[in-house]
Nanobody, 116 residues
Framework: QVEFVESGGGLVQPGGSLRLSCVPSTPVYVIFDMSWYRQAPGKERELVGSIQSDGYTKYADSVRGRFTISRDSAETGMYLHMNNLEPDDTAVYYC??????????WGPGTQVTVAS
């Protein structure tokens, strides 16, 4: 089954921005419902937000208004635009198929660290 690969993480100061990417590791020809998740040290993995095949998006309360999910130009991958980052956003970020329920295999994730 298709695996998605995340990239774009890094170290950013509080208030800064990052854009994460999620792309399929092999060609796909279906527009999946997709979600972003994150896992902070010592915590459970949590849902950040989702984008459905029709473009509808929804977000966790903790990121609504700061994070935006969009499709890439091929519509088989997606981005997570993160603005006004806070130290509590520090985590490994993952993407997966499904709108809120992970349906595929987990990729390697990308580390986001928010610190001054």
């Amino acid at each position: 089954q298709v695996e998605f690969v995340e990239s774009g993480g890094g170290l950013v100061q509080p208030g800064g921005s990052l854009r994460l990417s999620c792309v399929p590791s092999t060609p796909v020809y279906v527009i999946f419902d997709m979600s972003w998740y994150r896992q902070a040290p010592g915590k459970e993995r949590e849902l950040v937000g989702s984008i459905q095949s029709d473009g509808y998006t929804k977000y966790a309360d903790s990121v609504r208004g700061r994070f935006t999910i969009s499709r890439d130009s091929a519509e088989t991958g997606m981005y997570l635009h993160m603005n006004n980052l806070e130290p509590d956003d520090t985590a490994v970020y993952y993407c997966n198929r499904g709108a809120g329920v992970p349906l595929g295999v987990w990729g390697p994730g990308t580390q986001v660290t928010v610190a001054s």
